[in-house]
Every structure is written in structure tokens, then in C-alpha cells.
């Protein structure tokens, strides 16, 4: 069976990575666990925090408005549009929303010392010298959104995908200007881990594979992924941080079990097709 190349780093280890974002994006390795990114006390008052303030978030359901039904959502708002549309533009509606966001986020963590902080340092430890920033919306000047925090209640789950199989939709016009397609890594950390199940389950599937598994209609087949092909789950803490080849690699968040709620933040990022600057957002 084939095996991802993901290492398993300490936060001390970690800062002498110097171009790993590159090692990821070219196929040197799959991926990197850093065990203990954020202590998992300060994930435990973060988990807290949202618990109590999470309306303070923007924030979208996966497939109504109403927040109190048990739903996949996430609080900020993805590039990526959920099912739901406001009578705003989209993007406008996007890119309002990026300030109230940190502005909530930032409470959940000490003071300047939280995920968006840390990983913005760490992003750039990682790049090879590379400028490494949030991408900017080049029509206003604004910033994209830095990160998001997904949200899986118990019963629910993430379906298979691949950070590429979103690239085609009209909102991406302006990374794909920029960005090089082949390929998209993501990164998150965990705040509260469920009680059972809500594991990253990554597919040997690649998206560039041109014999993976296809419907009549020209889509993917997902369920002989889910169901044929192998695969390997990656087991994660409160406070530790993987970064992976989410674009190309196939994968889904298996179905949350107990009574606890999984919590995850993060985002996206990519090469320029130069390759001379590291963009991110969510």
C-alpha cells in the first residue's frame, strides 16, 4: 500500500524547515504534523470562547441560515461559497466580513500571541525567503480572510474533495491570475478534537491522476474513493497544526461521534506561478 511522506515535527524542530512549504508544493514530501503548535490549554479556552461568544463571528451554514440546526459551518466566510447567497455580491459580502472575523478571532488567544499571529510567523519560517502575506483583492486593496474556523457538530461530517476541485468557480479569478494551479496546500490546527471520529481520513487519490474513478456525467466518483481506495487517517490533538498537499491529495473529515463538537482553524496557500511569493486565505 502507498504511504503519504508526512513528518512529525516538534515546534522546536519545526523553525528549521526553511523552504518545507516548497518541499510540499513540489512532491518532496505530503505533508507535516507540528505536535503542540498552540498549547492545548490555550486551544481549551479558545473551544470555551467560542462556545460562549460564537455569535460574535460572521459566519455561514453549509445549508440553511439557521445556525441552531445541526450543520457543518464555518465562522468568518470561505473564498469558497457555501450554498447559501445574500442579496450582496458575494465577494463584496466576503470581504466585509474579514475584519469582524479577526477582530473575534483574536479574542479566542493571547494578545498577539494567537493562531493568526503564529502561523503568519511560521508561514514565513517556511518559505524559503519567499514574501508570504494574506492575498490581497486586487480591484479594492482589501485583504482576503487569513483563516477560518470550521465547525462539525456531532453526526455531521466533511465530504470527500480536494482543494483543486474548487478552483474552477468564477470567485477564484483573481488567484488563479496569479497563483500556480498544479497545486494548493492547506493547513489547520485543532482547538477542540470530538470524543471519537471527525479524523482526517487522506485518500491515495490524486487530483492530477488521470485514471481516478469518474461518473458517467463527467464528475468524480466519490464513493469508489470512499469505498475502493486506500487511504490513511491522520490523528490530531487540541493544538497541533498540519499543513498538507490539500489540493492534490483527496480527502474528507469522517463522521464526528460523542457529544462534542470538532473545531478546527485555518486555511489555504499557494505558490505565484513564478514562484517567487507565497500567497494565503481561506
Known amino acids: 500500500m502507498p504511504k503519504l511522506d508526512i513528518l512529525d515535527l516538534s515546534p522546536a524542530d519545526a523553525v528549521h524547515q526553511p523552504d518545507l512549504l516548497w518541499q510540499i ?13 498552540l498549547p492545548p490549554l490555550v486551544m481549551d479556552g479558545a473551544a470555551a470562547a467560542l462556545e460562549r461568544d460564537v455569535r460574535d463571528f460572521p459566519c455561514t451554514g453549509s445549508e440553511n441560515e439557521d445556525l441552531d440546526v445541526e ?10 461559497p457555501s450554498r447559501i447567497r445574500g442579496k450582496v455580491p458575494y465577494l463584496e459580502r466576503y470581504l466585509q466580513s474579514v475584519a469582524p472575523f479577526e477582530t473575534a478571532c483574536r479574542r479566542l488567544f493571547p494578545e498577539g500571541d494567537g493562531f493568526l499571529e503564529r502561523i503568519e510567523r511560521l508561514l514565513r519560517d517556511w518559505s524559503g525567503g519567499r514574501p ?6 486586487p480591484g479594492s486593496g482589501r485583504p482576503y480572510t487569513p483563516s477560518t474556523i470550521r465547525v ?21 479569478g483573481d488567484l488563479n491570475a496569479v ?16 470524543d471519537a471520529g471527525g479524523e482526517l481520513v487522506v485518500y491515495h487519490t490524486d487530483f492530477w491522476d488521470p485514471e ?5 456525467n463527467g464528475y ?21 497544526l498540519f499543513v498538507f498537499a490539500g489540493g492534490r491529495w483527496y480527502h474528507r473529515v469522517s463522521p464526528v461521534e460523542g457529544t462534542t463538537t470538532r473545531r478546527t482553524i485555518g ?10 511569493r507565497i500567497w494565503y486565505w481561506s
Open 25 to 37: 508544493f513540489a512532491r518532496g514530501v505530503d505533508g507535516v504534523v507540528v505536535r503542540g503548535f
Open 71 to 80: 450543520q457543518v459551518h464555518v465562522l468568518g466566510m470561505t473564498v469558497t
Open 132 to 137: 508570504t502575506g494574506v492575498f490581497i483583492d
Open 152 to 172: 462539525v457538530p456531532p453526526g455531521c461530517e466533511m465530504p470527500l474533495h480536494s482543494g483543486l476541485d474548487f478552483l474552477s468557480l468564477g470567485i477564484y
Open 179 to 194: 497563483l500556480d494551479p498544479r497545486e494548493q496546500l492547506s493547513f489547520f490546527s485543532v482547538i477542540q478534537a470530538p
Open 212 to 216: 481516478k474513478p469518474m461518473q458517467d
Open 220 to 240: 468524480l466518483d466519490g464513493d469508489a474513493i470512499v469505498n475502493g481506495h486506500t487511504h490513511e487517517t491522520v490523528h490530531l490533538s487540541a493544538g497541533d
Open 267 to 276: 486555511g489555504f496557500l499557494g505558490f505565484t506561478k513564478s514562484h517567487d
